[in-house]
């Protein structure tokens, strides 16, 4: 389950008693209603990549629990308060939550269950419901303690499933038993996935006798019972595996790899290069590659045919800003995203990613990387290579370098401006380009000069626009800073001064159009437009998400600035195409619809569906290297294809409604897959024909 909380870890990425046992510290009982209350507090430390970056600490009386939740990473987090009353089945009849999310919207959330009447109210609206039999809400923005709330109402139940408020069901699913090491003793503990309205489930941990709440594991995040934090690593290592075992089974059970040739016959063909669908035709591939390209009707003896009927088969396309993990890359190949610029990520865990793919045990795109180097400092990022010295700096580049499979450097918000040329100059040498937001206290314009090959989201060159010399984009004003954009001239010498200078650099954008759009113009209790024509196809707790604004937008005046600096950024983004900077189209945001998304909202820039798909497929190919095996549907070329029934080029959505996706030559059909995410299927699956005397593996 992708909680909100969890979620935002990947975008754009309190105080209290310690007891270092971690064992729960009672307190001394309370009266309450004549009767001695049990008190508790436990202490859990949050963390990210092994670094501690906050607390939650959650406090009980009988069943009355108070949860102080907060973290800051990459100079941003949540801050949650929130309070659960239990009735005696351990199912919540009351819930509050108050705060801010990540990104800065306020939250205040209420549930009530009283004589079988529900009633909640959160950032969608509210709502209410006639309850006939034990059912769990599902708090939208709950704290990760809204597992233990949900462990406690399922481990009573029979068989560990109930129904959902405001809709679903959450079930328990019992995966391993594991020990932990606190100081001298050692704690027997279960680990637990919880499987409902999101796309993954959400392991968690158990104490094995008193089935108190340990912690929450995943493979970056983690959550745990203060004295426990000596086993992140393994936690974390087992978050991977879970997560490894699920997609390992999803790909054996439907990666579907022939013992024959496969023709995908009675389609037109996507050319990057005219921007035009070919007359009907048919696709030959033999093992991983495309060998012939034919009469729609050709046929071959022992062969398998794939009808296309008609439809549109268009090369696999690119997600230019990603940050890859197994539970987004098949997704991604399912969506038809089918390459990958990663722009940042753990290099041992993606390594053992890249490989898995490669060896086809897990579906996923290709995948290029950049290495990700970052300056120390109170708001650093815990990913990469952290350095705190000019010579450290240039080191980082150097062991890049040495490395040999990084594409780029991508240098971030920490890091001091006056580092940057040399590091630009050490990674030219060696042949990386150099990407990166604009650091703190500088502007676009010196790193422009500086050398960046690309400018990373178009947020971090605006600002250069807005900002006061002092002001400090290593914290969230990066964002809430936009608000300040509808006052900003574009036909003004600074902002052409900006243009004209990426021009005579030959400087590339990766604006992240679709997350600024999420940023922007979410509004509590409206779905985002980016997701509206295909949220009704998602779970109950996405479509929830859809319609919960990112930013704190209280007043009229806050709604129109942020709506306004939308406007602002496609209109300089328009400006940017005009003068010929190359835009490149990534999202931030995992890629998959998402990136559907982003493509579409460059018609609105002023590129026509034909420049969208070309610089998606083959000028992105291009441009990482990979243009001669992918990029256009071609003989001698992967196959690494999409197959849609309608035409994108009268209507780019068209890209939405994949049928079926080949990448080296291994089939996937969508519509069998999607249901494991909970995710109901677009359009059905072609028509699959096998040669007499043979059968697909």
Not at 221 to 235: A, K, P, S, Y
Not at 682 to 697: I, Q
Request: hydrophobic fraction near 40%; charge should be negative.
């Amino acid at each position: 389950m992708t909680y909100r909380w969890l979620a935002a870890m990947g975008l754009l990425a309190l105080g209290a008693c310690s007891n270092p046992s971690g064992d729960e510290a009672a307190t001394a009982p309370e009266e309450t209603a004549g009767e001695a209350v049990e008190a508790s507090q436990s202490v859990y430390t949050i963390m990210v990549s092994g670094t501690k970056i906050g607390d939650m600490v959650v406090d009980r009386a009988g069943n009355d629990i108070t949860v102080d939740y907060e973290y800051r990473n990459n100079g941003r987090g949540p801050t949650m308060a929130e309070e659960i009353t239990l009735d005696e089945d351990g199912v919540p009849v009351s819930w509050t939550v108050t705060g801010n999310t990540t990104f800065g919207n306020a939250v205040e959330e209420s549930f009530s269950l009283e004589d079988g009447a529900a009633s909640w109210t959160d950032s969608t609206g509210s709502g209410e419901a006639d309850v006939s039999e034990p059912s769990v809400y599902i708090a939208q923005s709950g704290t990760p303690y809204a597992l233990a709330v949900y462990a406690g109402a399922l481990l009573a139940d029979d068989d560990r499933s109930m129904p959902a408020l405001p809709a679903g069901s959450l079930s328990l699913e019992e995966l391993d038993s594991v020990q932990l090491t606190a100081g001298e003793e050692t704690v027997d503990a279960m680990v637990y996935g919880l499987i409902g309205p999101e796309l993954d489930p959400t392991y968690f941990l158990m104490d094995a006798d008193s089935q108190e709440y340990l912690g929450l594991i995943t493979p970056e995040f983690l959550i745990i019972r203060e004295g426990l934090e000596g086993d992140d690593v393994m936690l974390r290592e087992r978050a991977v595996q879970y997560s490894t075992e699920r997609f390992e089974a999803l790909q054996a059970e439907h990666a579907r790899n022939f013992d024959a040739p496969v023709r995908v016959s009675n389609v037109r063909i996507y050319d990057p290069e005219t921007m035009t669908l070919g007359e009907p035709s048919s696709v030959l591939v033999e093992d991983d590659q495309i060998t012939a390209i034919e009469a729609a009707d050709a046929s071959g003896e022992g062969e398998y045919v794939i009808d296309g009927n008609g439809g549109t088969l268009i090369a696999g396309l690119s997600d230019m800003h990603g940050h890859m993990g197994q539970n987004s890359a098949l997704l991604n190949v399912l969506a038809g995203v089918t390459f990958v610029r990663d722009m940042g990520n753990d290099n041992e865990v993606l390594g053992e990613l890249i490989n898995k793919i490669e060896n086809g045990t897990l579906a996923g795109p290709r995948i290029v990387r950049s290495s990700f180097i970052e300056g120390k400092s109170p708001y650093n990022s815990n990913n990469g290579i952290i350095v705190t010295s000019q010579e450290e700096a240039n080191e980082a580049v150097r062991t890049s370098c040495e490395a040999g499979h990084f594409f780029m450097i991508k240098i971030y918000n920490s890091m001091k401006g006056e580092w940057v040329p040399e590091m630009v100059d050490i990674a030219h040498e060696c042949g990386l380009k150099v990407a990166g937001h604009v650091p703190a206290f500088s502007r676009a314009n010196a790193m422009v000069e500086a050398g960046y090959d690309e400018l990373t989201h178009i947020n971090q060159v605006m600002l250069g626009w807005v900002l006061e010399e002092e002001e400090d984009t290593r914290t969230l004003l990066r964002l809430t800073a936009l608000s300040r954009l509808p006052d900003v001239d574009l036909d003004s010498p600074q902002v052409q001064k900006t243009i004209d200078l990426m021009v005579e650099n030959d400087v590339s954008i990766d604006p992240t159009l679709a997350i600024h759009e999420a940023l922007l113009l979410s509004r509590n209790g409206e779905t985002r437009a980016g997701v509206a024509d295909y949220i009704d196809h998602m779970p109950v707790g996405v479509q929830r998400g859809a319609k919960q604004a990112w930013s704190n937008i209280e007043t009229p005046e806050d709604d129109a600035a942020y709506a306004g600096a939308f406007d602002q950024i496609v209109e300089t983004l328009s400006k940017m195409r005009e003068a010929g900077i190359t835009i490149w189209f990534g999202t931030d945001m995992g890629g998959a619809f998402n990136q559907h998304r982003e493509m579409e909202l460059y018609q609105d820039v002023g590129f026509t569906p034909g420049e969208i798909l070309t610089r998606s497929t083959q000028e992105a190919a291009d441009y990482l290297g990979m243009g001669d095996e992918i990029g256009s549907i071609e003989t001698g070329k992967k196959a690494d294809f999409f197959l849609v029934p309608g035409n994108p080029l009268d209507d780019l959505a068209a890209i939405k409604t994949v049928q079926l996706v080949m990448k080296d030559g291994t089939a996937y059909f969508p519509s069998e897959i999607y249901p494991a995410f909970g995710i109901e299927p677009f359009v059905d699956a072609p028509e699959v024909v096998a040669p007499d005397a043979a059968e697909a593996e």
